[in-house]
């Protein structure tokens, strides 16, 4: 079983220009998570999903999109990059409410110059 | 606010014992978790604790005391492999993890 996988592993973009970081699944999550970890902070919540077709934002959601069309897939979308969203991002997923364990992509380091 | 308090950095020797120390204030509380990373990798799980007390996981065990919002992960036989961060996470009254910014351990031999 691959768990969760996320495209690219790592990205140099310029300014202005919009990227979308892949995130797939194949344990049949209910919910997933975008996450972005910088040094010195914990991982912040970016937008998440609870079922296929509903979206939701988390903590820090603006410069950022998602769609969920289906049960395995949540891209996440920056429609025109500041250097401000330089970071690592996480994507992740758990069955839903109650959980007991979050299971973590291996991340998308972006540089934005 | 929500706040998730930990040590930044702790350093301890090989083959000994240390507890890193999690303090919470949240909306609400529907478990804490511990995660650990590894430099460069992505966050892996640890430990669930909902009820307080004690849960035990061969070398490492997580406490809880939700009337202090307190929790404590407590590692055993320390080995240089354990050098990682540390994440303590509380799931709020939305169901969302609220993350510590963790602390890192730097075991010496």
């Known amino acids: 079983t691959a768990g969760i996988t996320q495209a690219p592993t790592s990205q140099i973009l310029a300014a202005g220009r919009s990227m979308t970081l892949r995130c797939t699944q194949d344990?049949?999550?209910?919910?997933m998570y975008w996450y972005r970890q910088d040094l010195g902070l914990g991982l912040r919540l970016i937008h998440y999903?609870?079922?296929?077709?509903?979206?939701g934002k988390g903590e820090v959601p603006d410069g950022y999109s998602v769609s969920r069309a289906n049960t395995d897939d949540f891209p996440l979308t920056l429609a025109s990059a500041v250097p401000s969203q330089t970071s690592v991002y996480f994507c992740?997923?758990?069955?839903?409410?109650?959980?007991?364990?979050?299971?973590f992509g291996p991340g998308t380091r972006l540089t934005v110059l | 606010g929500q706040n998730i308090d930990q040590p930044t950095e702790m350093t301890a020797t090989e083959g000994a014992i240390v507890q890193i120390n999690c303090t919470y204030q949240?909306?609400?509380?529907?478990?804490l978790f511990w995660y650990q990373q590894h430099a460069g990798e992505a966050p892996t799980f640890l430990s669930y604790?909902?009820l307080d007390g004690l849960e035990e996981k061969g070398r490492f065990s997580s406490f809880l005391s939700r009337s202090k919002g307190y929790s404590y992960l407590l590692l055993k036989e320390l080995q240089m492999k354990d050098s990682a961060s540390y994440l303590c996470?509380?799931?709020?009254?939305?169901?969302?993890?609220?993350w510590g910014a963790g602390t890192k351990l730097i075991i010496k031999p």
């Open positions: 992740a997923s758990d069955p839903g409410q109650g959980a007991d364990t979050q299971y």
């Open positions: 344990m049949r999550h209910n919910a």
């Open positions: 999903s609870n079922t296929a077709g509903t979206t």
């Open positions: 949240t909306s609400g509380f529907n478990g």
């Open positions: 604790n909902v």
């Open positions: 996470a509380v799931r709020d009254s939305n169901y969302q993890l609220i």
